[in-house]
């Protein structure tokens, strides 16, 4: 009997928990036009999101593409022209890879960090000293940093695959000789406008995950500093997990 009452327990919480959630976006997606009356702090979680975050994107969007084509390379060779390879890496990183990467990573680095900073607000009652001022804390920290995500992930992305399909002709050249106009040339005569479309939407939705769970979990943290540390988990996991799966939904969609 314990067995089942766990297992019972487990699925009351978790449909506790998701509609928590999604009545939490709810509320955050119909007041995201009070975001123009908070446009200071829209612009200072756009700069956390975006300009701060840009060197990580890359850097791992730039290391990913060299990596692909590599990979990607040393399996075509005696099997397909090399000079795929190019559109090979540009599909990848266009429509998966620079995405979801840069999803995942942003999960840690600002979804964790919104469920810190809301956790660290929710045990030291800041939340409610907002309420009791007639400050709805939903339009003054949840929303600003919604519609940065939503905003500025897509910017980001645009980055990530550029530097990341340089990286793979980098690669290309170095080790597949390569030149600049083969590696290019299939890319062009593939090209999809429907290829970016995909990735930026992926990466649009990817950033209301991360904004949305870092802020339930931060408001929903309690237990002092230990119960901060465990929300900043939550919401890397939760995030990250939400992020493959909507991955697979819109892939299926849009496809």
Known sequence: MKIFEIIGGFFIGFFV???????????????SFTVLKRRDLFFNQAYEVGVKSIILI????????????????AQMVNLVPLTYLGVSVYKMMVMELGP???GVIMAGRYGASIAAEMGTMKVTEQIDALKSMAIEPIEFLAVPRFIAALIMLPIAVVFANFIGVMGGFLISYLFFDLNFHE????????FDMMDITIGLVKTA????????VGCFVGFEAKGGAEGVGKATVKAFVLSSVLILIADLVIALTML
């Open 17 to 31: 928990e998701s509609g928590k959630y999604i009545d939490l976006t709810k509320d955050i997606c119909i007041k």
């Open 58 to 73: 890359v850097s791992v969007a730039f290391f990913t593409g060299t990596v692909t084509a590599y990979q990607t390379g």
């Open 205 to 212: 939705v990817f950033g209301g995950i991360i904004s949305t």
């Open 183 to 190: 590696f290019f040339n299939e890319i062009q005569n593939f």
């Open 100 to 102: 979801v990467l840069t």
